[in-house]
């Protein structure tokens, strides 16, 4: 089976750094995505990591460490858009992704 | 976007009641899945598709079922809607995408279901 654990809620200031932190547990790894969702609309693809290191994609960037069964996704430079749900998932293979539970983030002026 | 249409968008029912949603997609992907999304719960698999008439189980599939007669339609059925299955239903299609993975998905926009 597949377990994945992220913070539920962090708050965050507009122009700053923030740092969402998942853990998991898997008897089988395919890849780790991270995924944005804002209330109310359909969770929209951020960023996949298969290998361990980091994958840096404008202000958004992701780490792996499979040995330690652990991922962040790190957030640049703040906006005020960037308030929503990040959600972390495990899959890659045919038969869909294990969701973790997400992480509201908030962020304030 | 993928292609990827739900509708109905939003559906209010009975306990009881059978209920199809319907997830239209338009570039003839191979894979598709129904997840549900509740608070507390985050996002879990219902049923997945990886070809016309053939399907397979997720995480939560009782309750419910699932039938493609064509590539680019994934009906998900309640036989008898039950006030556990409010939730947010969301279709979804497997690509490979530019980022290296061979199932990157795509989610279209969402059903609200209400099981009064």
């Known amino acids: 089976g597949q377990n994945i654990d992220q913070p539920t809620e962090m708050t965050a200031t507009e122009g700053a750094i923030v740092q969402i932190n998942c853990t998991y547990q898997?008897?089988?790894?395919?890849?780790l995505f991270w995924y944005q969702q804002h209330a109310g609309e359909a969770p929209t693809f951020l960023s996949y990591?298969?290998?361990?290191g980091l994958e840096e994609k404008g202000r958004f960037s992701s780490f792996l460490s499979r040995s330690k069964g652990y991922s962040y996704l790190l957030l640049k430079e703040l906006q005020m858009k960037d308030s929503a749900s990040y959600l972390c998932?495990?899959?890659?293979?045919?038969?869909?992704?294990?969701f973790g539970k997400g992480t509201h983030l908030i962020i304030q002026p | 976007d993928a292609g990827i249409t739900q509708s109905p968008r939003h559906k209010v029912t009975e306990t009881g009641t059978p209920v199809t949603l319907r997830c239209h997609q338009t570039?003839?992907?191979?894979?598709m899945y129904w997840y549900r999304q509740d608070p507390g719960h985050g996002l879990r698999l219902i049923h997945y598709s990886y070809g016309v008439k053939d399907t397979d189980k997720g995480e939560v599939s009782d309750g419910y079922s699932v039938s493609r007669s064509k590539t680019e339609d994934f009906l998900l059925t309640l036989e008898s809607a039950t006030s556990s299955q409010t939730s947010v239903y969301f279709c979804?299609?497997?690509?490979?995408?530019?980022?290296?993975?061979?199932?990157?998905?795509?989610f279209g926009p969402g059903t609200r279901l209400t099981v009064l």
């Open positions: 898997t008897s089988g790894f395919n890849g």
């Open positions: 990591n298969v290998l361990d």
């Open positions: 979804a299609i497997s690509v490979a995408g530019t980022s290296g993975s061979m199932n990157e998905q795509f």
């Open positions: 998932a495990m899959g890659g293979g045919a038969d869909g992704l294990t």
């Open positions: 570039e003839n992907h191979r894979y």
